[in-house]
């Protein structure tokens, strides 16, 4: 079974910091993305990465999935009170492209 | 607007008393699939719809049903609720089941089901 682990599990600091938070497994993912769910609310999709050391930008977030496909990072630069979230990652598992993995998330609290 | 829309939000509701939870989408999306989500657990997939009248069972499909007669529409049903069946619920669709950036998931906004 593929499996998905993201750290930190919950992490606080002020704003204006800079932070990254992991998405880490010891299997290949066909695909990754990362969802940001934020309280009373489903999770959103933020970016899907595909290819093996593909990096995107979404305003002051930056994704890198891993040259192998088996781990991906956020960046967020200049933290901001509405990044405030849960981050979610989730891979499309590479034996049935029927399934998706998630992960458990990093709960992020950004403090004015 | 594209939307996931879940009913009820919040379902307050006793042991063994059938409930079922809503779901509609308005996107054409042929994949459809429900989740719970439980502290320290994640998100776990509890059945999920490639298209009409094809349902398969995900993660922790145990003690619960759905129907596909329509694409638009993917109810849960709780035949016998249980008190650890209390979860936040997610339906989610996408255009397609096949994984890849073609095809991300949407979210509805959660149903809070509490068993007692």
């Known amino acids: 079974t593929q499996l998905l682990e993201q750290s930190p599990q919950f992490l606080s600091i002020q704003e204006g910091e800079n932070l990254t938070v992991y998405c880490n497994s010891s299997?290949?993912?066909?695909?990754l993305q990362w969802y940001r769910q934020e309280p009373g609310e489903g999770p959103v999709l933020l970016v899907t990465v595909v290819t093996g050391g593909e990096v995107k930008k979404l305003k002051r977030l930056t994704f890198q999935f891993g040259d192998a496909r088996k781990d991906s990072s956020l960046h967020i630069t200049a933290a901001q009170p509405g990044d405030t979230g849960l981050y979610l990652c989730?891979?499309?598992?590479?034996?049935?492209?029927?399934?998706?993995?998630f992960g458990k998330g990093t709960r992020l609290h950004i403090l004015p | 607007e594209a939307q996931v829309t879940q009913n009820p939000r919040y379902l307050i509701t006793v042991t063994g008393k059938k409930l079922t939870v809503t779901c509609s989408q308005n996107m054409n999306h042929e994949y459809m699939s429900w989740y719970r989500q439980d502290p320290g657990l994640g998100l776990r997939q509890i059945y999920y719809?490639?298209?009409?009248?094809?349902?398969d069972k995900g993660d922790v499909p145990e003690g619960y049903k759905v129907s596909r007669k329509e694409k638009r529409n993917f109810p849960l049903i709780l035949e016998s609720p249980s008190p650890n069946q209390t979860s936040l619920y997610f339906c989610?669709?996408?255009?397609?089941?096949?994984?890849?950036?073609?095809?991300?998931?949407?979210f509805g906004n959660g149903t809070r089901l509490t068993v007692t």
């Open positions: 989610a669709s996408s255009l397609q089941g096949r994984t890849g950036g073609n095809s991300p998931l949407h």
């Open positions: 719809s490639m298209n009409v009248e094809v349902t």
């Open positions: 989730a891979g499309g598992d590479i034996h049935r492209d029927d399934k998706i993995i």
């Open positions: 299997s290949v993912f066909s695909s």
